[in-house]
């Protein structure tokens, strides 16, 4: 199959394409004929090796990078009964031991496989699905009550701006940080109750207007000392939900308790998600799509100005 690999860690010229065997697929596994696979800040990351031997197993060389994608399915292993050949499918994977999403095919556990939404075209679900997970995971751990109100930090991007609409789906008051006027209107068109500009705009002043007895909970998408200042907005019985990755921590500690998390990739939470997003209008702003033989200025765009999420178009 084709792919793109990277032979050592390093820079964005590291990346190369070339022709790499097809991964074996298990009894328990999904082999998928990726069509649209997500780019991600994490893969700039992970290029650079700051991942390697995080996961508890060794990297190993090719090295395939794409922690999300969605296409059809082009085979299963014996143990798989419930998705055919030929479904529309996405999935959240993790590229380390056995190769990521930046290839024609990718291998995943059943468990982590999900069918596409009828109404969601594959584009969008190429870049989903950890970003989605990620969000409905934090809302999870916050467990507010319809007219709670809510900050989403970073509501722009990928994660954020699909935190949004899950939140909204659940009748929770969201004020929205974005970034830049087009962060801003994103985030008023999905469904923000308020939204406002966190490179510009006075944040916390914002937050207090919104709720002048402090803000129930924050997702927070991105860190920095703009996000901390932000945090004195969350009442004292409030809490914060900050995904694991999120740069850079926190170098004081806000008034409200913060739990670290991962995003849950299983098939009771996909299959929530499928809930909502047929059930909504919910959708994922794709920025920029890339050929995969363009993935080096897909790499490039991640350190410009966008909202929403990049994504590589496999074929």
Same mark, same amino acid.
């Given at each position: 199959m084709n792919a793109v690999v990277l032979d050592r860690f390093g820079g964005i010229d590291e990346l190369s394409a070339r022709r790499i065997p097809l991964p074996q697929v298990g009894d328990d596994d999904v082999l998928i004929r990726v069509e649209f696979a997500g780019v991600g800040s994490w893969d700039a990351v992970e290029?650079?090796?700051?991942?390697?031997?995080?996961?508890?197993?060794? #990297?190993?060389? @090719? $090295?395939? &990078?794409?922690? %999300?994608?969605?296409?059809t399915v082009a085979a299963v292993g014996r143990n798989v009964t419930?998705?055919?050949?030929?479904?529309?499918? $996405?999935?959240?994977?993790?590229?380390?031991?056995?190769?990521?999403? $930046?290839?024609?095919?990718?291998?995943?556990?059943?468990?982590?496989?999900?069918?596409? @939404?009828?109404?969601?075209?594959?584009?969008?679900?190429?870049?989903?699905?950890?970003?989605?997970?990620?969000?409905? #995971?934090?809302? %999870?751990? &916050?467990? =507010?009550?319809?007219d709670q109100t809510l900050m989403v930090f970073g509501a722009s991007g990928g994660i954020g701006h699909l935190a949004v609409q899950l939140a909204r789906h659940n009748g929770i008051r969201v004020l929205a940080v974005a970034s830049g006027d087009d962060g801003v209107a994103?985030?008023?068109? &999905?469904?923000?109750?308020?939204?406002?500009?966190?490179?510009?705009?006075?944040?916390?002043?914002? /937050?207090?207007?919104?709720? @002048?007895?402090?803000l129930d909970a924050a997702l927070v998408t991105v860190g920095g000392e703009i996000a901390e200042r932000s945090l004195r907005a969350i009442n004292n019985?409030?809490?914060? /939900?900050?995904?694991?990755?999120?740069?850079?921590v926190l170098a004081t500690s806000p008034g409200a @308790?913060?739990?670290?998390?991962?995003?849950?990739? #299983?098939?009771t939470t996909t299959d929530r998600l499928n809930a909502i997003v047929q059930a909504s209008s919910f959708e994922v702003h794709v920025a920029r799509t890339f050929p995969m033989e363009r993935v080096e200025?897909?790499?490039?765009?991640?350190?410009?100005?966008?909202?929403?999420?990049?994504? =590589?178009?496999v074929r």
């Open positions: 290029r650079e090796g700051d991942y390697d031997g995080a996961f508890g197993v060794a #990297s190993a060389f @090719p $090295y395939v &990078l794409g922690w %999300d994608a969605a296409g419930r998705l055919d050949v030929g479904e529309r499918v $996405y999935a959240a994977t993790m590229p380390v031991p056995r190769g990521g999403f $930046y290839a024609e095919y990718g291998v995943v556990e059943a468990e982590y496989v999900a069918r596409v @939404p009828d109404r969601l075209p594959t584009e969008q679900a190429g870049a989903m699905a950890w970003d989605a997970l990620t969000a409905l #995971s934090g809302l %999870d751990l &916050l467990g =507010l009550r319809p994103l985030a008023r068109r &999905l469904g923000a109750d308020h939204a406002v500009d966190g490179r510009k705009d006075d944040v916390l002043a914002a /937050a207090f207007d919104f709720a @002048p007895g402090g019985s409030g809490r914060i /939900a900050w995904p694991n990755g999120v740069l850079p @308790p913060v739990s670290y998390y991962d995003g849950d990739r #299983s098939r200025d897909a790499h490039r765009a991640l350190k410009d100005h966008y909202v929403g999420k990049l994504a =590589l178009k």
